[in-house]
């Protein structure tokens, strides 16, 4: 029978259900995503040692392939990367071959040549490390630095890290998501993280240009009135909003947005006391957050950025792990088929 | 293909397998004896004719060749996505005997020109029978009327859009107003241009997960409704092809009780395939319209059934492969269908969907109505036949596809349904032991 094409899980994790690239969050289960928060609890030890490295890629090469500018995504990558002894290379695309005229193919087949070991990639259009991972050479980890709308899956992870060291466990956690889910890959892979670890509600709190169709069917509630939101919350977490959706019809101003949908101090007191404030950054103040709520005390925005170096360093050190193993898996077999 | 040359030449005696006319009457073949391009004789008085050849058809169904409304055989073009010598080799393979050139080539059929260059190339170069469809509109660019007199003076048996719109409604009103005088047929895929704006996939469950553009159903259904609307008070006669969603047909099946002159047509990969296609980022299934939800699927599926719409085409749409290799939303939408739709329409009939006679209803007689033709099999017709084996499997890959485009439905899986043998008024368009 003719059956619709697989989820894209094949791609992303070995026969023993190892990463072997990191692409998205759909299809990994409870105990890898608790696997990848713990393995980064250890990497945290590292980043407050004087010398702030671990040999785990020592001899590989990283090359952090931006077809679309980060300035912070990009750093703590590199930084990631460095404090596992890879060599790194940073390649800003879009400025130089794309612009060209050069396919995305052509480019990878002239990156392939100079013997990279992984590629993280960030792309504006989503499935792009999909594409990259079905046409590289086998062997190459590919990280998903944010494609397009659909998945920001090592944001998400250091998100999780950052509610599980305030909040202990996912178990009856109630968190907003407040803003642009429509055009928020960051936001797809929160909700599926907070699923997969057993968050008790996970309600979006946006106006309706800002959702995406049937979003309900990605596991949460909508609420549009932000009063009635964040209510309880132990956990709110603030979309960046961009200034261009005032043309596309979707808002009407910012002021109206701010008023409606802004994180003041006046609607924080509405959540639960020991609620605690997050962002991917970078923060729109007076759009989305106030200033105050911004730098006050329960916001956890800047454990956010120290945690992303720990959780990128976990997600390179466990898919190239995972490359590893499985090249010398089917090295033994071939050995094994020699010799039968 | 001159009519002279296919009149001429040997006879052929079709013996065993069975008979199913395009309104899916099933009969055994006692013999089908074809001489001069025509259907010479049938049964006993078949059985015991002369003939030069003879083709045994046993385990095999004999319909009347399978008539397409819509593809593309990408000539006039560069030619990296195919030719008609390439696609209507391909077409002939399908069990395809006619098909419907869309309008949308490099440059656009618009002039007598390219009309005679199309069916030029198709008398040299095609097993099969070309019937060119004109553009609505000059370089199916939604602003001026196109020669439509003259493209039909030369040979085109329909105008339509092609995949392109028509943003303004005026324009449409007056096209179908001068359609009308001459009693043309326009061939129209429906969808709001600023509605879709620039999505690519269906607006539903895998958009929102996937953080795809969305394509809303309301982007064709609004368009189905203008255009259901203005061909009531035009009068001309409407074919509303490629159509996606359920909410369609029930709108061309309301409009029909109304007496309103409308057919319809959908693609044979709407009929399987569903939104989740796309859960991999798979960018053959980047098509336009998108494969939209099950619900929607089982509707068109109902359609097809109910006789709401008449015919199932291919959309073949070949690309090279580097317009498929890239991220999804850069890859050029559509995929190279017309050697599978058969073994499609064979799936659906063995999940219970479909009737064997509706799939064939759909294939032939169908759309053959739709611009004045017959698709049937009885003493005198022209000898436009497909012989093919429901039983027997063939696996499309690199080496057994026969179109410029690789970017088949299904690749590297075995496939129900076999054609065996085509027939152009009595002409080898393709044979396969």
Same mark, same amino acid.
């Given at each position: ?5 697989a ?38 030890? @590292? ?15 990283v ?24 060599d ?5 695309i ?9 396919s ?31 046409? @590289? ?16 899956p090592?944001q ?8 599980? *060291?305030?909040?202990g466990?996912f ?42 169709r049937? @979003? ?36 009407p101003?910012?002021?109206e947005f701010y ?5 003041? *101090?006046?609607?924080?007191a ?10 991917p ?5 007076g759009?989305e ?9 329960q ?6 950025v ?7 360093m ?14 010398? *898996?089917k ?10 | 293909?001159?009519?002279n040359?296919?009149s ?16 899916? #009457? ?12 025509r259907?010479?004789?049938?049964g ?5 004719a ?7 058809a ?7 060749g399978?008539?397409d409304?819509?593809?593309?055989? &990408? ?24 098909v ?41 660019? !939604? ?5 439509m ?9 329909? #105008?339509?859009n ?10 449409l ?5 001068y ?9 129209? &895929?429906?969808?709001?241009q ?11 469950? #895998? ?6 553009? !969305? ?5 064709? /259904? ?12 035009t ?5 509303l ?50 494969? &939209? ?12 059934r ?14 090279d ?26 799936s659906? #009939? ?13 294939l032939t ?17 022209i ?11 063939? /696996? ?25 043998l ?12």
């Amino acid at each position: 029978m003719i059956a619709n094409a697989a989820s894209p899980n094949h791609l992303q994790l070995t026969r023993d259900g190892q990463l072997r690239h990191f692409l998205t969050l759909d299809g990994l289960g409870r105990d890898l995503l608790t696997d990848i928060l713990d393995t980064a609890d250890s990497f945290i030890e @590292v980043g407050e040692r004087r010398i702030k490295k671990v040999p785990l890629l020592r001899g590989r090469t990283v090359v952090n392939l931006f077809f679309e500018s980060s300035t912070r995504t990009r750093s703590t990558f590199e930084l990631a990367a460095k404090r596992l002894s890879a060599d790194v290379l940073n390649l800003d695309i879009n400025t130089s071959a794309t612009s060209k005229g050069e396919s995305l193919s052509d480019t990878l087949l002239n990156l392939e040549a100079m013997a990279s070991d992984m590629f993280v990639v960030r792309h504006a259009q989503s499935g792009a490390p999909h594409f990259i991972a079905e046409s @590289v050479t086998p062997g190459v980890a590919i990280i998903n630095a944010g494609d397009g709308r659909h998945a920001h899956p090592t944001q998400a992870m250091l998100d999780m890290l950052t509610i599980r *060291q305030h909040k202990g466990a996912f178990e009856g956690l109630k968190v907003a998501i407040v803003g642009d889910v429509l055009h928020s890959r960051v936001a797809r892979s929160q909700i599926r993280a907070l699923n997969e670890l057993g968050a008790e509600q996970i309600r979006i709190i946006a106006p309706g240009t800002l959702l995406p169709r049937d @979003v309900e069917s990605l596991g949460c509630t909508v609420e549009y009135d932000m009063a009635r939101g964040m209510k309880d919350l132990d956990v709110v977490i603030m979309l960046r909003l961009q200034k261009e959706r005032m043309e596309g019809a979707l808002l009407p101003s910012e002021r109206e947005f701010y008023r409606l949908y802004g994180l003041s *101090q006046d609607k924080l007191a509405l959540a639960h006391p020991e609620c605690i404030v997050m962002h991917p950054g970078p923060i729109n103040r007076g759009v989305e957050i106030e200033s105050s709520v911004a730098d006050g005390p329960q916001s956890v925005i800047l454990n956010q950025v120290t945690n992303g170096i720990a959780i990128r360093m976990a997600v390179m050190s466990m898919a190239m792990g995972g490359q590893v193993a499985e090249r010398q *898996q089917k090295l033994t077999e071939l050995t094994e088929r020699g010799q039968a | 293909m001159s009519g002279n040359e296919r009149s001429s030449g040997v006879s052929l005696k079709i013996t065993g397998g069975q008979l199913l006319d395009g309104h899916g #009457v099933e009969t055994s073949n006692i013999a089908l004896l074809i001489r001069g391009g025509r259907i010479a004789a049938t049964g006993e008085a078949a059985r015991h004719a002369e003939a030069d050849q003879t083709f045994n058809a046993d385990g095999c169904f004999i319909t009347p060749g399978f008539v397409d409304l819509y593809c593309n055989l &990408r000539e006039p073009g560069n030619g990296q996505k195919g030719n008609i010598a390439s696609e209507t080799r391909a077409a002939a393979k399908g069990g395809f005997t006619t098909v419907c050139a869309s309008p949308e080539t490099s440059p656009v059929n618009d002039s007598r020109a390219v009309t005679h260059l199309i069916r030029d190339a198709a008398v040299t170069d095609s097993p099969i029978r070309v019937l060119p469809v004109g553009a609505l509109t000059r370089g199916l660019e !939604g602003e001026m009327l196109s020669d439509m007199a003259g493209l039909t003076a030369a040979g085109c048996i329909a #105008v339509g859009n092609g995949s392109r719109g028509v943003r303004n409604a005026r324009i449409l009103r007056r096209c179908m107003a001068y359609a009308q005088t001459f009693g043309l047929t326009i061939m129209f &895929r429906p969808e709001n241009q600023s509605l879709a704006a620039d999505g690519y996939a269906h607006d539903g469950l #895998v958009t929102s997960r996937l953080g795809l553009l !969305g394509i809303p159903e309301v982007a064709e /259904t609004a368009s189905v409704m203008e255009m259901l609307l203005l061909a009531e008070e035009t009068g001309v006669r409407l074919h509303l092809s490629q159509l996606s969603c359920g909410r369609s047909v029930e709108m061309i099946a309301d409009a029909r009780r109304r007496g309103i002159a409308v057919t319809a047509d959908v693609a044979m990969h709407q009929l399987v395939f569903t939104e989740d296609a796309l859960a991999g980022f798979d960018s053959r299934f980047h098509l336009r319209p998108p494969l &939209r939800s099950e619900a929607d699927r089982k509707a068109l599926v109902a359609g097809v059934r109910e006789g709401v719409i008449d015919a199932i085409v291919s959309q073949h749409l070949p690309h090279d492969s580097a317009a498929k290799q890239a991220p999804l939303p850069a890859t050029e939408p559509g995929l190279s269908s017309i050697e599978s739709v058969l073994s499609l329409g064979l799936s659906l #009939v063995k999940r219970g969907e479909l009737a064997l006679s509706d799939l064939v209803r759909g294939l032939t007689s169908g759309p053959a109505s739709v611009i004045g033709r017959v698709a049937s099999i009885g003493h005198d017709d022209i000898a436009d036949l497909c012989v093919f084996d429901p039983k027997a499997h063939w /696996t499309p890959d690199d080496q057994s596809l026969i179109s410029a485009g690789r970017h088949a439905p299904v690749i590297g899986q075995a496939l129900a349904g076999v054609v065996r043998l085509t027939l152009v008024e009595g002409q080898e368009a393709w044979v396969s032991a």
